[in-house]
Structure formats: structure tokens, C-alpha cells
């Protein structure tokens, strides 16, 4: 009787592939509906739902027909968290403007940073305080 080989899990559901996130993410980033990513597809809303919630799991030729629809490499959907995270800050340190914000806040205090960060996600809302 051979061993079963069965891979180890990993340690949180977030370190893993997480094709269900994947298409998340990146149908919001490019402001789509579910359904307006169905209608590209040509399969029911309700599968990407499905996909999204992890209650279905694309075949390959989904996973395919995925990536066409959101305009991205196939491989981008099947990334590990320590991939994607790689991919970001890559993004981030590649953008000279990003880069220097990034290497100022990381200069920054506890409190500091917590501030800054706050002004910066009341900005990008559009809610600006105005100083008196």
C-alpha cells in the first residue's frame, strides 16, 4: 500500500491560491458587475458569483475564458498570496512618486503613520477636512 501524497495546507486560507479572490479583486479594479464579466464570458451571473464565493471551481477552460474577460494572464488568476504581494509592491516601488511616499511614511512613527494614512483615505473619498 502506497503513502497518499496530499499537499500540505497552507496556513491561512490567504496564503494559498485564492482563484475566488483573484477574480474578485480584479473584476472590481476594473469596475465590472458580476454581470457585465457573465455577458463577456457568456455564462450566468450567477456562476461568478459562484466563483467569487468559492462554491464553484473554474475548469480550465474557464479559468481561460476569466482572464480573457478581465484582461489579465491566466497565471495572474492562480498567483499565491506571497506572489501577489511580491506583484504589489514591485507596482509600488516601480512608481518613482509611490516609491519616495513609501520610503517618507516608512520614517514615520506609529502615530504618525496612522494620521497620514487617515488623510490620505479621507482624500482619496473625497472627503477632505479643511484646516481652519
Do not use: W
Amino acid at each position: 500500500m502506497q503513502p497518499e501524497l496530499v499537499a500540505p495546507a497552507p496556513e491561512s486560507a490567504d496564503e494559498g491560491i485564492n482563484v475566488a479572490r483573484a477574480v474578485r479583486e480584479i473584476r472590481a479594479s476594473r469596475s465590472l458587475s458580476q454581470r457585465q464579466l457573465a455577458e463577456r464570458m457568456n455564462v450566468p451571473r450567477t456562476y461568478i458569483s459562484k466563483i467569487e464565493n468559492g462554491k464553484a471551481v473554474p475548469t480550465l477552460g474557464s479559468l481561460e475564458r476569466l482572464a480573457t474577460a478581465l484582461a489579465v494572464d491566466i497565471c495572474v488568476l492562480l498567483r499565491d498570496a506571497r506572489s501577489r504581494k511580491r506583484a504589489e509592491i514591485h507596482a509600488i516601488t516601480a512608481d518613482p512618486f509611490l516609491a519616495e511616499i513609501a520610503s517618507m511614511v516608512a520614517k514615520l512613527d506609529g502615530l504618525q503613520r496612522a494620521m497620514f494614512l487617515n488623510h490620505v483615505r479621507e482624500m482619496a473619498s473625497g472627503r477632505v477636512r479643511r484646516m481652519a
